[in-house]
C-alpha cells in the first residue's frame, strides 16, 4: 500500500521521532511509504528513516502546509494518510475534502487537547473546535496516545470518536542504538548510582522538583549523581537552583545528544517529573532500555505508563517529598528487568502496527503490503 505520514515540523523531539519510527517499521514491512515534513530546519541531521521517502512542503506552519498538501494528495494519491497532532490533523482533513482524495485517513492527537481547544465561546480555540467539528467526519480513525487523553477529549466534545493507540516506541533501530559507545565520565565509571532524566527544559517537565528532590538524596547521605538530558528556557534557573543547593559536582546538564538511549541503559533509575504529557515517549524508552521509572501522576500518559504502579513508582505532581523517596525506593529495590520487559510490549512494532490497521478495517495487513 501507499502509505503517507505527515508531520508539520522536524525536531529531535517526541512526535517527529515517534513518526518516523512508525514509517521506517511500515516501510520495513513492503509497503510504499513517504515520511510528509512540513519544515525540516537547515544543516539538520535527520535520523534513519529506513526505506521511507522523505519529502519536504517547505511550510512550518499547519495552516501553510494546507495548498502544497493538497497538491500532494492530488499528485501521489496515497491510500492511507497518518497525520499527527490537533492542528495538523484538521487540515489535514480538510485537503482530504477539498481533494476528493479516496485515501483512509488516521489522525493521532499527541498533547493534552486543551491545547489546542477550548469550551469558551468565541475564543480562538472554541473556533478552531467548531472548525474539527466540521471536518472530524472525514477521518477514517481519530486516535489519542493515552486513555486518559480520551477523558479530557470527552469533556470537549460530544461523543467523540477518538480512540486509543499507543506510539511505537520499541524497534528494532532503535534497541541496537542502546548499545552505542559513550563518552560522559559518570556512565563511563559507575562507581556511583545514576539517576536520569530528558526533555525540554520548561517550566512543565518539572525538573526544578527533581533538582530539589535530588538535593534532598544528597543532604540525606546518598551518594548519587543526577544527569538531565535536553536544552530549553529553564536552563538558566535550574543552573542556578544547582548552585544555590551545592550540587555542581553532582548534576550535569549536557543539553541535547541524538541517542540518549545509550545513557538511559546505564543509569539506575529514570525519573518523569513532568506536569502533564501526552503520553511519555521517553518514560517508555527508559523502560525500553531496563532502567527502573519514577514518575509523576501527571495527566494523562506516564501513570498508564507504568499501569499505576505495576512498572514503576508513582508520585504526585509537584510533590518533592514523595519523589525523593520514590527515587531512594528505586535505587534500593530495582524493577526486575523481565517486567520492564513485560510493560514495553504494548508499544512494540507488532502491537502498535496491528492496532492502527485494525482501526482502518485492514486486518492482516500490519505484517507487510497487500
Not at 494519491?77 to 499527527?84: A, K, L
Amino acid at each position: 500500500m501507499k502509505i503517507c505520514i505527515v508531520v508539520a515540523r522536524f525536531s529531535f523531539t517526541g512526535v517527529p521521532l515517534t513518526q518516523i519510527r512508525f514509517a521506517r517499521a511500515l516501510a520495513a514491512r513492503g509497503h510504499d511509504v513517504e515520511l510528509v515534513f512540513g519544515h525540516v530546519p537547515a544543516s539538520t541531521h535527520m535520523p534513519d528513516i529506513g526505506a521511507a521517502r522523505l519529502v519536504v512542503l517547505g511550510h512550518a506552519a499547519a495552516s501553510g502546509m494546507l495548498l502544497p498538501f493538497c497538491r500532494y494528495l492530488r499528485r501521489n494519491q496515497p491510500d492511507i494518510v497518518f497525520s499527527s497532532q490537533d492542528n495538523l490533523n484538521g487540515f489535514v482533513l480538510l485537503a482530504a475534502i477539498l481533494t476528493r482524495s479516496q485515501a483512509k485517513i488516521s489522525g493521532s492527537s499527541r498533547v493534552n487537547p486543551f491545547f489546542t481547544y477550548s469550551n469558551r465561546p468565541f475564543t480562538r480555540k472554541w473556533l478552531y473546535k467548531q472548525a474539527m467539528r466540521m471536518v472530524m467526519w472525514r477521518a477514517d480513525a481519530l486516535t489519542c496516545v493515552s486513555q486518559g487523553m480520551i477523558g479530557e477529549y470527552r469533556t470537549l466534545f460530544r461523543n467523540p470518536p477518538h480512540v486509543v493507540a499507543y506510539n511505537l516506541v520499541d524497534d528494532a533501530p532503535s534497541r541496537a542504538r542502546i548499545d552505542e559507545p559513550i563518552d560522559h565520565p559518570w556512565f563511563v565509571d559507575k562507581s556511583v548510582p545514576i539517576v536520569v532524566s530528558a526533555g525540554t527544559l520548561s517550566p512543565r517537565k518539572g525538573y526544578a522538583d527533581l533538582v530539589a528532590a535530588f538535593g534532598q538524596l544528597v543532604a540525606g547521605g546518598r551518594d548519587a549523581r543526577l544527569v538531565i538530558f535536553g536544552e530549553g528556557p529553564s536552563r538558566p534557573d535550574l543552573e542556578r537552583q544547582v548552585r544555590d543547593l551545592g550540587l555542581e559536582g553532582r548534576v550535569s546538564l549536557p543539553g541535547n545528544v541524538p541517542n540518549p538511549l545509550r545513557y538511559f541503559a546505564r543509569s539506575d533509575v529514570f525519573a518523569m517529573t513532568s506536569y502533564f504529557e501526552g503520553l511519555g515517549n521517553v518514560l517508555i524508552e527508559a523502560m525500553m532500555c531496563g532502567c527502573s521509572l519514577v514518575a509523576t501522576d501527571c495527566p494523562s500518559g506516564p501513570a498508564e505508563i507504568l499501569d499505576f504502579g505495576r512498572y514503576g513508582r508513582v508520585v504526585p505532581v509537584g510533590d518533592v517529598d514523595a519523589l525523593a523517596q520514590a527515587i531512594a525506593g528505586q535505587l534500593d529495590h530495582p524493577t526486575d528487568p523481565a517486567l520492564l520487559a513485560e510493560g514495553v510490549h504494548r508499544f512494540g512494532e507488532e502491537a502498535v502496527l496491528a492496532r492502527h490497521f485494525e482501526l482502518l478495517g485492514l486486518p492482516g495487513q500490519e505484517r507487510g503490503a497487500a
